[in-house]
Structures are given as C-alpha cells and as structure tokens.
C-alpha cells in the first residue's frame, strides 16, 4: 500500500522567510506525487505534481518541489513566504487498482506566515 | 473552462436522516471521485465513478453510497446519519482515462452537520 508522512502539523515562518513543507512517501511502485493547498472553507487547489518527467517540480504561486527517490521524499519549497501563503497543504500519492485510481492524503500541514 | 461545482454547500441533518450531494464536473471530465474531511481522520477517499461504473471503493460502511450519470455529474448519499458523518464532503474530477498521471481537481467542498 502507497502512504505519505508529512512532518509537522503546523510551521509558522516570517514573511519573506524560506518555507519549507516536509512530505515523504512510501511505494512499492514509481510513485506519482502531489501537493494540494487549502484556504480556509475551500476545497483543495492543485500547487504542484510529480509524474516522472523531472525531479525538480516548478508549480504556481513559487512553490516548488523536488523528487529525492534515495530519501523517498518530496518535500514543498518557496523562496520567500508570503501572508497569502498561510493554508493548510497536503501531500498526496496517487495509487491503482487495475484501472481505478485514489489519491492518498498526509495528514496535512497548517503554514501560519508572520509579520 | 468551469472548475468542479458542488452543491449545496452547507447542510444540516438530523440523526437518522439521510442526504445527497451533488457533484458537477469539469467539461469533459469523466471520473468523479469522492472524499470526506474530518479533523481526526482528515482526507479518506470514499468512491470513484467513471462513465457510470463504480470503479474504486474506500473503506466505509454501506450508509454511503453514490452514483454518476451520463453527463458524468455524480451524486453520494448517506443513509441513517450519525453524529460522526459530520464533515466536509470533497468532489473531484479527473479525464479519467489519462493512466498514472491524471489529475484530480477539486470542489469548494459540501459541509454537513449533523445534529
């Protein structure tokens, strides 16, 4: 069975600051990987995805990830924090059955941006 | 191009009662898949429906059920409330037919509250 781990349930970072959201993943099999964002009272914005092609992922908003298959992670990245950045994100592995297919979610990790 | 649309997006239920969501897709989306939200469970996939058929089960009891039509628009229903079932109800569409790579989009989400 396909599961991710994300480390830290709330990371608080001051604007302007590194951000920095841990994510790894279990997998028998290549794994395809996501991260989602989620204001509050909204359902989950797709940032970013993993499907292969390359191992450093460039999404929206700045966010970027890379895939580590050595460390089995894919942890979410942004230069500089924003207050717009405050959500809760989550990572999610995509997995089969047959034809059939299901995201997995982490437990999520609430980003709180200071002044 | 429109983004997936649920509705209603806020209901309250008495236990014992039952409810259906509706779950429209993106344009030319074909899969339609299903989660609940709570804080202690967090994101659990609940079903997967593409053109009609459905193609992937989660781990909840019978009470839950769903069924997608030609128009690929997708309804769920819980039967029997219980305090328990309170929480957000996540719709999301994909093409479906993409193999390992297709991307789930998200709804705004249903909020059932269950007293």
């Known amino acids: 069975a396909q599961s991710v781990t994300q480390l830290g349930s709330h990371v608080s970072v001051s604007e302007g600051a590194l951000v920095l959201l841990r994510c790894n993943y279990s997998?028998?099999?290549?794994?395809?990987l996501f991260w989602y964002v989620q204001y509050p009272n909204q359902g989950l914005q797709l940032l970013l995805k993993?499907?292969?092609?390359?191992?450093l992922v460039k999404g929206i908003n700045g966010f970027e990830a890379e895939f580590k298959k050595s460390e089995t992670s894919f942890h979410l990245t942004k230069p500089s924090a924003h207050m717009s950045d405050a959500a809760e994100y989550f990572c999610a592995v995509s997995s089969f059955s047959g034809s059939a297919r299901q995201l997995t979610f982490g437990s999520g990790t609430q980003l709180t941006v200071l002044p | 191009k429109a983004g997936v649309t649920q509705t209603p997006r806020y209901l309250i239920k008495t236990r014992g009662q039952q409810v259906t969501l509706s779950c429209s897709p993106i344009?030319?989306?074909?899969?339609v898949s299903w989660y609940q939200q709570t804080p202690g469970q967090g994101l659990q996939f609940l079903f997967e429906y593409f053109s009609e058929t459905q193609r992937n089960k989660g781990n909840f009891p019978g009470r839950f059920s769903g069924r997608q039509f030609s128009n690929s628009r997708s309804e769920m229903n819980v039967s029997t409330l219980e305090l328990g079932d309170s929480a957000l109800y996540l719709c999301?569409?994909?093409?479906?037919?993409?193999?390992?790579?297709?991307?789930?989009?998200f709804g705004p989400g249903t909020r059932l509250t269950v007293l």
């Open positions: 344009s030319g989306h074909r899969s």
């Open positions: 999301a569409s994909s093409i479906g037919t993409s193999g390992s790579t297709d991307t789930q989009y």
């Open positions: 997998s028998s099999v290549p794994p395809y």
């Open positions: 993993y499907t292969s092609a390359a191992t």
